[in-house]
């Protein structure tokens, strides 16, 4: 029994390894902010792009778009790897698109969304660079693109492991 060794999660993999990304507060802290900002950045810009009309689809015309199926497709991809951390994400990006759609709605034109958008994901990547020089390493979106998903579920095991929810 001693030598029994006990695998690790696909999750958990994904998350350490990210996480060595991290190691210095510094750079922690600027991912704590800037990974909200480039989720929300890149909701916002997809849910932007024009999507064909639908007239079958009637009230609902309006949440079906790109950034629906960016979510269902992040989604999936959470679910993969842990059920209980894409439940709690997609709850998160529900509010997170309900933020979208009342900045498009006050500024009835919906050409302003995409360039905030722009605008915050390059200052957030900017600040992010400047994370992983303080780090001394290369940003991990170099060298997969799953860390481009990984960061908002690292982000959110840091979370649920402060408040002890097993995920």
């Known amino acids: 029994m001693k030598n029994q ?12 390894q990210y996480d ?12 704590y902010i800037c990974i ?15 999507f064909p ?7 609902y015309i309006s949440f079906l778009n790109w950034g629906s199926f960016l979510i269902a497709f992040t ?3 959470y679910m993969k790897l842990s059920p209980i951390l894409s439940y709690i994400m997609l709850l998160l ?6 933020i979208v759609i009342q900045v498009q709605a006050a500024e009835k034109s919906g ?7 722009i605008f915050i994901f390059v200052m957030a990547n900017v600040a992010q660079f400047i994370g992983y020089r303080i780090e001394g ?26 408040v002890g929810i097993k995920y």
């Not at 050409?111 to 958008?117: G, I, N």
């Open 75 to 77: 989604i999936y991809y």
């Open 93 to 98: 990006l529900f509010g997170l698109v309900y």
């Open 53 to 59: 009309q639908f007239k079958f689809l009637g009230p």
């Open 137 to 162: 390493k290369k940003p991990t979106f170099a060298d997969e693109f799953k860390f481009m998903l990984t960061a908002p579920v690292w982000l959110l095991g840091l979370v649920m492991k402060m």
């Open 5 to 16: 060794k006990i695998e690790k999660r696909p999750i958990d993999i994904i998350i350490d």
């Open 20 to 31: 060595g990304f991290h190691q210095k507060q510094a750079n922690r802290i600027v991912n």
């Open 36 to 50: 909200p900002l480039i989720v929300f950045s890149v909701v916002g810009f997809v849910w932007s792009i024009s």
């Open 111 to 117: 050409a302003l969304l995409p360039q905030v958008c």
